[in-house]
């Protein structure tokens, strides 16, 4: 019988470290931020939505635990770096990076419009990116790490949504790349690319009301979705020191779906 993943409790694997984290008003940001913070980290936590970032602050407060917000949307450039900026400022450093926000639609390729393009570019890859470049001199100096939440939609073709697929496979080799930069110092850089999660990115997710079933099967699979739990404990071990070896990698956590 296996332990729900939010009843688990590892250790204070996280006591006196500091973790910026991003879509922390939601799904597994909201999830992952509350983890962590169960475990002792001081968690700065950013989001374009603020009703949902004060709850997620009530829910680790109430528990306990600290979490600054600020509101700060990743397809700035400067708000990324101002992020990181008061992060710093507020918390004294910055161990753990935590790039999570994330968008996903489903179109026919002749229905993306420019703008759904440049949307999903810029939430999905470009604040990765620049909150990930903002942020490498801060781990650097505490030996700190880095997670990218790609997805499986990163690792196979996905019918319907190409521009996400795009975004999340650049999001897996973008990883691999910063891993290779970066080989020579004591950091680490991985991806976490999870299958279905029980998140409102999917209970948000309008279906075309022609699409063809049969071609969404292979990214729908054979098993329950993950909870944000799984997905949020996942992130901690791999943020802790007990993934000290781990470095450059994509860990799947998709129920079997990238296995064939
Ligand atoms: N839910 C799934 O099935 C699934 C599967 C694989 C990967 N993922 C990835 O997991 C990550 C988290 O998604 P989730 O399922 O928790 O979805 P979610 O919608 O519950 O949470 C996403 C969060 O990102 C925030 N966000 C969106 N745009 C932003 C912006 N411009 N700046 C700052 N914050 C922004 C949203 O406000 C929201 O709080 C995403 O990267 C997603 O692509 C999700």
Not at 106 to 125: C, G
Not at 201 to 221: K, S
Request: proline residues 2%.
């Amino acid at each position: 019988m296996t332990q729900p993943a939010d009843t688990i409790r590892a250790v204070n694997r996280f006591e006196g470290k500091i973790a910026l984290l991003t879509g922390v008003a939601s799904g597994v940001g909201r999830a992952t931020a509350t983890r962590l913070a169960s475990e002792g980290a001081s968690v700065f936590g950013l989001d374009v939505n603020a009703d949902g970032m004060a709850e997620t602050q009530t829910t680790i407060e109430d528990a306990g635990g600290t979490m600054t917000t600020r509101l700060t949307d990743v397809r700035s450039v400067a708000e990324c770096r101002a992020a990181v900026d008061d992060c710093v400022a507020a918390l004294g450093g910055l161990d753990v990076l935590g790039n999570i926000a994330g968008i996903a639609a489903q179109r026919h390729v002749h229905q993306v419009t420019e703008d759904e393009w440049d949307m999903m570019n810029d939430v999905n890859l470009k604040g990765v990116f620049f909150l990930t470049q903002a942020a490498l001199p801060h781990i650097l100096e505490r030996e700190g790490n880095i997670i990218n939440i790609a997805s499986n939609a990163g690792l196979m073709g996905q019918a319907y949504t190409v521009p996400y697929c795009a975004t999340k496979g650049a999001v897996v080799n973008m990883t691999r790349a910063l891993a290779m930069e970066f080989v020579k110092q004591a950091i680490r850089i991985n991806a976490i690319a999870p299958g279905g999660i029980d998140t409102s990115l999917v209970h948000n997710f309008e279906l075309q009301n022609d699409i063809d079933f049969a071609l969404m099967q292979p990214y729908t699979g054979y098993r329950d979705m993950s909870s944000a739990e799984q997905i949020a404990s996942l992130f901690a071990f791999v943020a802790s020191d007990e993934a000290g070896n781990i470095h450059g990698s994509i860990i799947s956590a998709d129920g079997g779906l990238t296995a064939s």
